[in-house]
């Protein structure tokens, strides 16, 4: 998986198409992420407890990683991996060629 928690990324494809935010949540094994203010879901839920409100919530799901692409010097760009002189393995913007991060 080559996007991590913070990266900001641009949606590609979908509903949410252009859309950016903040990746808040990674999960590899099923390749999906939770970006900040996209793909929103409403959930139905009980009140628990008396001080807790139940109720129609709004909130983020999971988008497919191949829908979003890493935004870098705000110009989506793809990922690559390139080791360094100490044997150090850094991610790499292929536009541009510069390290990330």
Same mark, same amino acid.
């Given at each position: 998986?080559? *996007? ?14 252009? =859309?950016?935010?903040? $990746? ?7 390749? =999906? $992420? ?6 929103? $879901? &409403? ?15 709004? =909130? ?10 890493? *935004? ?10 390139? &080791?360094?002189?100490?044997?150090? &393995?850094?991610?790499?913007? &292929? =536009? ?6």
């Amino acid at each position: 998986m080559k *996007l991590r928690k913070n990266d900001t990324v641009i949606v590609i494809s979908g509903v949410d198409k252009g =859309k950016t935010g903040k $990746v808040l949540s990674v999960d590899p094994a099923r390749e =999906k $992420v939770i970006v900040e203010g996209v793909h929103f $879901v &409403k959930r139905h839920t009980k009140q628990r407890s008396q001080g807790e409100q139940g109720g129609i919530l709004e =909130k983020e799901a999971p988008i497919a990683v191949s829908n979003v692409m890493l *935004l870098y010097d705000n110009e989506p760009t793809r990922i690559g991996y390139q &080791k360094l002189a100490d044997g150090k &393995k850094v991610r790499v913007a &292929k =536009k541009t060629g510069e390290t990330i991060e």
